[in-house]
């Protein structure tokens, strides 16, 4: 279980500027911190000097900062802040609340300058930043998407993902060490051979795999239509898998499928995945680690399945990229009304894999944690809508009508070396996943 997350609101300024002015300021703000979140911590006044900002620093535990200058304040407020912590920040700088010819009500700005600086020296410059008032509703999505940004960044330090087995010959690109998912991303990666899991099925007996296909049947359509034997072993292998990810506290696995899965069991894993993925344990097949990774920061972002697969087709008329796989999706991306329908395997001709279109959304995030060839990483990031289309392919498939030009996407997307899979995730976060790119350092790159 991950351990309470906490965000601290910490209002620095100092008393020679219009306190009725702050004041104001300082209780709109803490109204639109509660709107965003009920995670968040509050001083209860101004922090007007370095002793009231130690006093309210003892008290608090943060894993995100948003640093506000409530009126200017010196570089030591924010260095007080930066030497103590090391989590995400968020500078907000406050608009001026009235220019009369008057009185410098605020000061907001130079202090945000200040605040800069010393950031700049502290992080090298890793922090986000918003101007504006409590009112303004730039600023509430801004502090909304870094408050999910760092919560998501928190919670890849409480993941633990699995890798069921090895890529196959060509699929490196999805194999990964344990160190590099620990030094960039914070996440625990184990091991094992399928083989394993394969073996935990084979010893099952019908009796103790029949639960397993009850939930199956009451998500999937068409079981009845597939060999017997498979569906049997669908089960068995449903179980094998569901024990070991709940009794190993696992909340991703990349899994091998082919062709261990025809070959040396019978029956294919793919709808194996589709209902892991549906019970909130992100699934990605050819062991991809990464685009398991990938799933998983799009399902914490959204709390819905995401889809998974390969850039298969283009249409520059229609605008449109066909994201398609073998048919591991969630039954619950099925489109109505054909519904999550089964069938048998595109090359292998057994089953039962999940065949169906995916349902439209007015809002998607095309997504993937890539690996540059020097071993740095970099985020891919498009935005669109998934059309209402039936199956394109045996398999599973989307049809995402791409916001840029789709063959500005491809082409660019292949000639800058990026892997094959790639995740459609049902919802607009794409700007919750550039933050958290910031925060871990790591290139984003928008298409």
Not at 372 to 386: E, I, N, Q, T, V
Not at 395 to 419: H, I, L
Not at 422 to 434: K, N
Request: aromatic share 10%.
């Amino acid at each position: 279980m991950m351990a309470e997350f906490q965000v601290a609101y910490i209002p620095v300024g100092v008393p020679t500027f219009h306190l009725e002015s702050a004041q104001k300021e300082f209780e709109q703000s803490i109204e639109l911190l509660k709107g965003i979140t009920d995670q968040c911590v509050y001083p209860e006044e101004m922090l007007l000097s370095i002793d009231l900002l130690q006093k309210y620093l003892d008290k608090i535990n943060p894993d995100c900062i948003i640093l506000q200058n409530i009126t200017f304040a010196n570089a030591a407020y924010p260095s007080e802040v930066l030497k103590r912590f090391d989590c995400p920040v968020l500078l907000w700088t406050l608009r001026e609340p009235v220019i009369d010819g008057g009185r410098l009500r605020l000061n907001s700005l130079t202090g945000a300058y200040s605040a800069g600086n010393a950031l700049m020296a502290f992080r090298d410059g890793n922090f986000e930043y918003i101007f504006g008032g409590p009112g303004e509703e730039e600023v509430k999505e801004k502090i909304r998407a870094v408050v999910q940004a760092a919560k998501l960044k928190k919670a890849l330090t409480e993941l633990k993902l699995t890798s069921i087995g090895h890529t196959p010959q060509g699929f490196g690109f999805g194999r990964a060490m344990d160190t590099d998912m620990m030094k960039y991303f914070g996440v625990t990666l184990d091991s094992i051979e399928a083989r394993e899991l394969i073996n935990k099925a084979k010893a099952y007996t019908d009796e103790e795999c029949q639960e397993y296909l009850e939930k199956a049947k009451a998500s999937m359509k068409g079981l009845d239509q597939i060999s017997e034997n498979n569906v049997k072993d669908f089960a068995r292998l449903y179980k094998a898998y569901s024990t070991y990810v709940t009794e190993n506290h696992v909340g991703a696995v990349s899994s091998r499928c082919w062709p261990d899965f025809f070959t040396d069991f019978g029956t294919p894993v793919c709808a194996v995945l589709a209902m892991l993925n549906d019970a909130g344990v992100v699934a990605s097949c050819e062991s991809d680690t990464y685009g398991a990774l990938s799933m998983y920061m799009g399902t914490y972002l959204t709390g819905k399945p995401v889809f998974f697969g390969d850039p298969v087709s283009m249409d520059e008329k229609e605008n449109t990229v066909t994201y398609w796989h073998c048919g591991t999706a969630a039954c619950s991306l099925a489109r109505d009304p054909e519904g999550a329908e089964v069938g048998l395997h595109c090359n292998r001709h057994i089953g039962p894999t999940m065949e169906f279109g995916c349902k439209s959304c007015e809002k998607v995030t095309v997504f993937r944690v890539g690996r540059m060839a020097d071993g740095s990483f970099r985020f891919f990031l498009a935005s669109g809508k998934a059309l209402d289309k039936p199956k394109q392919f045996y398999g599973t498939s989307v049809v995402v009508e791409t916001e840029n030009p789709a063959k500005d996407v491809v082409y660019r997307s292949v000639q800058a070396g990026w892997e094959p899979h790639f995740v459609v995730i049902y919802g607009d976060v794409a700007r919750e996943l550039e933050i958290l790119g910031n925060m871990l350092n790591i290139k984003v790159e928008k298409y």
